[in-house]
């Protein structure tokens, strides 16, 4: 069974920049599509980023431009560098996964802590 776990999270200042990191375990990465998924105090989760089987990336509009998602098939990790934090990126941060061939995330991380302070 693919297991994951989320590190990397922490307290930044507005401007700042962390990269969390998803460890996955039981199985390879290459075979499942991967996402970053945030949850802020009080609101609903939302999808930030997602990389496709074949590499494809895409991202919300709130964080275009401003993180990218990776993978290093060799360390079977998935990354997201968030550059350019702003308050509103506060949120728990999720890791997730969905095999290449489900429509819908089925493995998750129990997520990762990230505030940016003002």
């Known amino acids: 069974q693919l297991q994951l776990v989320e590190s990397g999270g922490g307290l930044v200042q507005a401007g700042g920049s962390l990269r969390l990191s998803c460890a996955a375990s039981?199985?390879?990465?290459?075979?499942?599509?991967l996402g970053w998924f945030r949850q802020p105090p009080g609101k609903e989760r939302d999808l930030a980023a997602t990389?496709?089987?074949?590499?494809?990336?895409s991202y919300a509009d709130a964080v275009k431009g401003r993180f990218t998602i990776s993978r290093d098939s060799a360390k079977n990790t998935v990354y997201l560098q968030m550059n350019n934090l702003k308050p509103e990126d506060t949120a728990v941060y999720f890791c997730?996964?969905?095999?290449?061939?489900?429509?819908?995330?089925?493995?998750w991380g129990q997520g990762t802590q990230v505030t940016v302070s003002s």
């Open positions: 997730a996964a969905s095999w290449v061939g489900a429509s819908t995330y089925g493995y």
């Open positions: 039981g199985r390879t990465i290459i075979n499942y599509r």
């Open positions: 990389i496709g089987s074949g590499g494809i990336t």
